[in-house]
């Protein structure tokens, strides 16, 4: 603080009287800068509940969406199980349905193969018949020819019946 000069009756009014101007010029800056200084804190200070209000909005926001991811996450994997089930149950179905399938063929081709084993015992027996009957046949001798000496011999100049012919058909039968 200052000290005043001490005159006959007391301090030195004018000198008193700057200092109080003085003090009450920077009193009035200190309140200005005061005034200042409270409407800037009060600024800051809506603009901090400003940012907590916008902060907790967006917390309340990606809540809310985690929230809506979550309840996604599960219809996707609960829809992805069902999709699995399904295609699993077609999926047996259609193995059921192949093996019925198979079955079917299988069965075919055993009754197609008792069918062939029938008709090859048929044809063998036939065959059989067929060779009896065969062999049993009295071919008559056409000419005078000897029919089984024809497959017995084997000339290089050609069959007995050739060879009769050249001569001159000399073995003819008289009808």
């Given at each position: 603080m200052k000290s005043f000069k001490i005159k006959k009756q007391g301090y030195d009014r004018?000198?008193?009287?700057?200092?109080?101007?003085?003090?009450?010029?920077?009193?009035?800056?200190l309140e200005q800068q005061l005034h200042v200084y409270k409407r800037q804190n009060q600024q800051v200070a809506e603009q901090v509940v400003m940012i907590k209000n916008r902060y907790n909005a967006l917390v309340s926001e990606l809540s809310a969406k985690e929230k809506a991811a979550d309840r996604i996450s599960?219809?996707?994997l609960k829809e992805a199980n069902?999709?699995?089930?399904?295609?699993?149950?077609n999926a047996d179905s259609i193995i059921?349905?192949?093996?019925?399938?198979?079955?079917?063929?299988?069965?075919?081709?055993?009754?197609?193969?008792?069918?062939?084993?029938?008709?090859?015992?048929?044809?063998?027996?036939?065959?059989?018949?067929?060779?009896?009957?065969?062999e049993?046949?009295?071919?008559?001798q056409v000419w005078g020819f000897?029919?089984?000496?024809?497959?017995?011999?084997?000339?290089?100049?050609?069959?007995?019946?050739?060879?009769?012919?050249?001569?001159?058909?000399?073995?003819?039968?008289?009808?």
């Open positions: 004018f000198e008193v009287d700057t200092e109080m101007t003085t003090l009450q010029d920077s009193i009035t800056s599960r219809l996707a069902t999709v699995i089930d399904t295609a699993k149950v059921r349905e192949a093996l019925s399938t198979a079955r079917l063929i299988l069965v075919e081709i055993d009754r197609i193969g008792n069918e062939s084993k029938e008709i090859k015992e048929e044809l063998r027996i036939n065959a059989i018949k067929l060779q009896e009957t065969i049993s046949l009295d071919i008559p000897n029919w089984d000496s024809i497959d017995e011999e084997q000339d290089t100049s050609g069959s007995t019946l050739d060879r009769e012919f050249a001569d001159g058909g000399s073995k003819s039968t008289e009808y």
